[in-house]
């Protein structure tokens, strides 16, 4: 891997603060595993606090800003001393980096909170634009194409980076998906609240998947990837699903998700 930037000395070196998310901690860690070892290749020290937590969204979209904002103060907490945090995930790195400072009305809170969201990142606009990487050493032997979660999209900008950095990829064949920027009918809570759209949102988004011709889909954030893969079996289609960072890593060799060992 080949950052743009110059080389650092280990003591120079950006010290970076793993939020790993809860979907990552409880059912794909591996995803966690893939960042840290793409953000170390990137020329960076990694650290994954274990007194972190939920980012809070759950509870922002629902209208609970109470228990939203005392979750923000304890992520403030344990990730401020960090230089970056960063987030495989754009919908948990959004909250972080766009709605944390809405939060409060204390001053000095507003103040941490902003500070905070200054210097947070998902995974690979961290990766792209603010360390320079421009290829990865990893291999992968497939057609894949990508969804552009709505968070990271429409909040964050990512769009371009992950495509760079996956068309790196030896072996990688890849397919534009039509309407990729279209919502996957996830949505967080959204798909417990208005589980017929939601299916109906995401039937469409498979129909586009398959005609991809695709045989691995590949998106940023474990939520939508789940959705989508629970859909596509349910359904009898054979695509994989997989998270960018597995793919970058070259830690793509287990199963898919939700598929079997």
Not at 64 to 76: E, K, P, T
Not at 205 to 226: F, H, P, R
């Amino acid at each position: 891997m080949s950052p743009e930037n110059t080389e650092h000395t280990t003591a120079s070196k950006p010290r970076v603060g793993l939020f790993a998310t809860c979907l990552v901690d409880l059912f794909r860690p591996q995803v966690g595993f893939a960042a840290i070892k793409l953000i170390e290749a990137s020329g960076c020290r990694v650290e994954v606090p274990e007194n972190q937590t939920c980012c809070g969204q759950p509870a922002y979209n629902s209208g609970d800003r109470g228990d939203a904002a005392a979750i923000a103060q304890q992520v403030i907490a344990t990730f401020e001393g960090y230089d970056y945090v960063v987030v495989p995930s754009g919908s948990c790195a959004a909250m972080i980096a766009r709605h944390y400072p809405e939060l409060f009305d204390d001053a000095d809170w507003a103040r941490r909170a902003t500070a905070l969201s200054a210097k947070t990142f998902e995974l690979t606009a961290f990766l792209y634009d603010v360390m320079g990487l421009r290829d990865v050493e990893a291999a992968f032997a497939g057609n894949v194409t990508y969804h552009d979660a709505c968070s990271g999209l429409r909040e964050l900008n990512v769009r371009d980076q992950p495509r760079e950095l996956l068309k790196t990829v030896d072996g990688l064949a890849f397919t534009e998906l039509k309407d990729a920027d279209v919502c996957c009918g996830f949505g967080g809570t959204f798909c417990v609240k208005y589980p017929e759209i939601s299916n109906a949102i995401v039937t469409k988004k498979t129909a586009a998947i398959a005609g991809s011709e695709a045989d691995t889909l590949v998106a940023g954030d474990l939520g939508c990837l789940m959705n989508m893969a629970g859909k596509l079996q349910r359904e009898g289609k054979h695509v994989h699903a997989r998270h960018v960072a597995e793919v970058l890593a070259g830690m793509a060799d287990g199963p898919a998700i939700g598929e079997a060992e």
